[in-house]
């Protein structure tokens, strides 16, 4: 009996905690690579698989891929991206199909595993920005959060005309 | 049993019947199912058709004689509202011949719309081009937002708190 609930136990904090990006792909990972080193030169480390979040910036759908840009936060649990202002910079993530931009759009939070692949040089403001590049191997999209908490239940009766 | 049963019926009858926003003329006629993407492969084939979509508001465009929304699409759910995803079906566009207020119809709110097909409207996203499937809006139904201020305290209990149920006891007002 209670191997059993230690096993329930075990199962619920594992669940709770368990990351968004499948084992497989963190196991590739190179978790000591940081997001300033990949800034800094990613060309030394073109072909390593990094785990990288923050929010959105901007999506854009080209053709045959879209480019999501993000701007860096670090990870807390279960690799999702702080709510903070604490940033190293921003980055592009490329994907291989087309992505709503209505869906990632600006704001929302982004965690992505992904292959490093050089730098794009990009106009922002009056300036050039150089963006690592990441070619997306897993990413996970989080919900956003609500200004309020917003209810779990709801139930109600109603007759409309 | 047997006016038991009937009177569920009658009862289940007046619920769906009294959520739907739109007229059962309207839902008979509509097709609910016809995709973004049949309409963009064979824009001239579904021409005419009308349809009940809804989805979420991307842009509210103000034109001399009419007003373009364009529009996230997702699922109908029973009271035909859209159900907000992740992985919207695709995009498309209402034509309404006249005036709305892009205060109110703003982005992220959700929308259903019958009307009939009337094409494709090309135009830029990101970098590639998009062909939105035009609808030209026979009924719109602008769904109310939920507005924080109103949601009933109820709802959230202020003792709730990060410390253990057995340990609230005490200190609850309401003793659970």
Known sequence: MQRISAAVLAFILLA???????????????????????????????????????????????????????????????????????????????YRNYLDPGVYRQGRRITAAGEVAGREVLPLGEMQYSYPVLINRETH??????AYSSPQFMFGIGIGI | MRRNRIFLMLICATFLCSCAPFSREIIRQSDEVLTVRDVQQSPEKYAGRMVLWGGSILETINQKSETVLRILKFDLDMQKKPARSDKPEGRFEIRYPGFLDPAIYESGRLVTVAGKIEGISTALLGEIKYGYPVVRAVEIRLWEKIDPARIPPYWYDPFWGPRPYWDRYPYHPFYW
């Not at chain 1, 690799?79 to 903070?84: A, G």
């Open chain 1, 16 to 94: 709770g905690c368990a990351s968004v990006i499948s084992e497989n792909v963190l196991r590739e990972a190179d978790q000591s690579v940081s997001f300033r080193d990949v800034l800094r030169d990613p060309e030394r480390y073109r072909g390593r698989i990094v785990v990288l979040g923050g929010s959105i910036i901007k999506s854009i759908p080209k053709k045959n891929e879209t480019w999501i840009e993000v701007l860096q936060q670090p990870l807390g649990g279960r690799l999702k991206p702080k709510n903070t202002d604490i940033s190293e910079g921003r980055f592009i993530i490329k």
């Open chain 1, 141 to 146: 999209l989080w919900e956003e959060e609500p």
